[in-house]
């Protein structure tokens, strides 16, 4: 790449995006200016993928992407293969749905997927459609991001006008249209079910399960695949150079590669795409070629794993390779490859409080439990912090998170207790009240004292304040 | 007011994208709030007449979803993050200079018209913490000083940012003879020609 652009790695039009020199599957036009238009995507091999599809059967390019254990890169981490199996035969018309409403507190690699390269979702939504029948994609982008709405519309435009979206695609009978759409601001879009309701006009609130999968039934009542930004963007290289290729990237139940956006209190917070399966979080922590260690002076105290759902991890986590298994057998998930990091001056109350009023804002209302759980929740770890915690709070919060999500919650093997793999048992039928439970319990086990001394000293721990915009 | 006659036809086109009309509410609660800046109960209704829904299911559709305002907001919309990746570099602070400096309670709107200072959830953009939009558009690493700056070139007008309400300045648009076909689903009954060639083998 051209060294000028780069600045340790930062990219001036790209912010946040580190270009290091690892493998790059889905992100190896981020380093051009303008890597967002048409010219660019078809001189560095834009569309040869769709091609390569056309060239033969729907079945086989399922077959292709079977085989190559694409994972979903939304949060579940469910193979889209298996996934688009479960479209039932003959029941057309199938939909396509792209889940572009990332919001998960930490994430951010659709937004840069979807404004840097909006080409490459593009032909990843017409290898799925063609390789399911389905009949028509709508792309749901995130309502406040305005720029990669700019950029999916403009990309559209040139793509219907170049003949790859559209009727006869590349003088084929393969016809698709895709169409944006834009949601208004409500992070619960993000769950597939809530997505389809929000795009068939309604308030944006998850369905009641079972069908437990859209492609069952979906938008309109019909068979429908919602698949995430980024696995879609996996698509055309896969296409180009095959399962087989695809494969020596990454571990065997996780290959490929994986964008994680790792922020916090780190020398160089960023957005890497990763090898997935083999890098471990101490890797991508302290790794030259990384976030490159906490910043100076300080210590890792905590961090999350996989976006604000994500129950928490400690040191002696490290060393797990950034994988779904090994991370949920140790009580927390991967996620939305969105990695949140806090040093030793982070007060773990506060840092929980904070993401514990994002899930009590952002509750639907539709189930009781999570609707005013997550708000007395947020209200007694509020007044804790103010100073004004009951003795009986501690229990309080435990309570009220088992009546959201009953049972042992997802616990590390660090605190003596049998791991239990997440997801925990909801008495929701969304994830998003236990998720809000997740930092809770996190930091109740493991920093029990903090609680305890702001309640029964009725003072906070002082709080480093750090000073705004601080060099990073 | 009601829609004009080009939002009108906008509209129409965004309608005939969809194979059901009501899909197209929310992007045409996006029309009307870049026409007008927020929400009135005229485009509302407007709105549901040419999708098929109550004044009642529009407002309560509309209510859902934050980004839509029933009443006047600033010019700008600066929404400052205060989620746990900004928390970690002061953005609870940066909320509080924000409104502070320009004298308003957060959620509130200065007296001019100007802005509006909101406390948003995060917004994607968490390794330039802190960070904050004006009108859904990035500012990422925002010190004191840089935001009291933003704020005079955004007074003078000398950013390029539309005002509250314009979202993408690019619509799409399809040519009709691009247009593979809309349909509602219960027309829509067979399967696609190309799915056909997993019947058949492949020449060669």
């Known amino acids: ?472 | 007011m009601t829609l004009s006659p080009a939002n009108e036809a906008l509209a129409a086109e965004i309608i005939s994208w969809f194979p059901r009309p009501r899909s197209a509410l929310i992007p045409l609660l996006h029309l009307a709030q870049e026409q007008d800046g927020y929400l009135t109960d005229e485009a509302m209704r407007r709105v549901g007449e040419l999708v098929g829904a109550t004044p009642a299911e529009v407002k309560g559709t509309a209510g859902f979803y934050e980004m839509f305002r029933f009443e006047p907001v600033g010019t700008y919309m600066i929404n400052v993050c205060t989620n746990i990746s900004c928390l970690l570099w002061g953005g609870e602070e940066l909320l509080h200079h924000a409104a502070e400096s320009l004298g308003v309670e957060v959620g509130g709107t200065t007296d001019d018209g100007k802005f509006t200072v909101e406390e948003a959830e995060c917004i994607a953009a968490c390794t330039e913490a802190p960070c904050l939009q004006v009108n859904y558009r990035y500012r990422g690493r925002i010190t004191p000083d840089d935001f009291d700056r933003l704020v005079e070139d955004l007074r003078a007008d000398r950013l390029d940012i539309p005002r509250h309400g314009a979202l993408s300045r690019v619509r799409q648009s399809i040519p009709a003879e691009r247009l593979a076909g809309v349909v509602p689903p219960e027309q829509a009954r067979e399967a696609p020609v190309w799915l056909a060639r997993n019947n058949v083998e492949v020449a060669g």
């Open chain 1, 1 to 472: 790449m051209d060294p000028q652009v780069a600045v340790n790695g930062y990219i001036a039009h790209a912010p946040g995006y580190v270009h290091n020199d690892g493998p790059k599957l889905i992100t190896s036009r981020f380093v051009h200016d303008d890597s967002f238009t048409l010219a660019r995507y078809e001189a560095t091999g834009g569309y040869e993928g769709l091609r390569a599809a056309l060239e033969t059967t729907p079945a086989a390019v399922h077959d292709e992407v079977r085989a190559a254990t694409l994972l979903g890169r939304g949060g579940a981490g469910f193979p889209a293969g298996v996934k688009w199996g479960f479209l039932p035969p003959g029941k057309h018309p199938y939909y396509l749905v792209v889940n572009g409403d990332e919001s998960e507190p930490g994430t951010y690699k659709d937004r840069l997927l979807m404004e840097r390269d909006p080409h490459q979702l593009i032909e990843g939504c017409l290898i799925a459609c063609y390789a399911l029948g389905l009949q028509q994609c709508f792309l749901y982008v995130r309502g406040e991001m305005a720029v990669a709405q700019e950029r999916i519309a403009a990309a559209l435009n040139e793509a219907y006008e170049a003949g790859y979206v559209g009727r006869d695609i590349c003088g084929t009978d393969f016809s698709v249209d895709i169409v944006m759409a834009w949601g208004a601001g409500a992070y619960i879009v993000g769950e597939e079910t809530a997505l389809i309701e929000s795009l068939e006009g309604r308030r944006g609130m998850p369905r009641l399960k079972p069908p437990y999968f859209p492609a069952a039934v979906g938008l309109y009542g019909q068979p429908t695949i919602v698949n995430n930004v980024e696995t879609l963007a996996n698509l055309p290289w896969m296409m180009v150079n095959g399962a087989e290729a695809y494969c020596r990237y990454g571990s065997e139940s996780s290959p490929g590669t994986r964008m994680f956006a790792v922020s916090g209190h780190l020398r160089r917070p960023g957005v890497y795409e990763v090898e997935h399966g083999v890098t471990t979080f101490r890797e991508l922590i302290y790794g030259d070629n990384f976030c490159q260690g906490i910043r100076d002076g300080h210590e890792l105290k905590m961090f999350i794993p996989g976006g604000g759902s994500a129950p928490w991890f400690f040191p002696e986590h490290l060393d797990l390779p950034l994988e779904a298994r090994p991370v949920g057998a140790a009580g927390s998930m991967l996620g939305s490859g969105a990695i949140v990091i806090m040093d030793d001056t982070t007060d773990a109350v506060r840092a929980a409080w904070r993401v514990v009023k994002f899930f009590a804002r952002e509750s639907c209302g539709k189930c009781t439990p999570c609707r005013e759980g997550t708000t007395w929740l947020e209200q007694i770890l509020r007044r804790i912090l103010d100073g004004e915690g009951r003795p009986s709070d501690i229990d309080l919060l435990l309570d009220i998170g088992d009546n959201i999500s009953p049972g042992p919650y997802p616990v590390a093997a660090h605190n003596g207790q049998e791991a239990v793999p997440f997801p925990p048992r909801q008495t929701t039928i969304c994830p998003l009240g236990p998720s809000a439970v997740a930092p809770v319990v996190s930091t109740i086990r493991r920093f029990r004292h903090e609680y305890e001394s702001k309640i029964t000293r009725r003072d906070a721990i002082p709080i480093e304040v750090v000073p705004v915009g601080a060099s990073q």
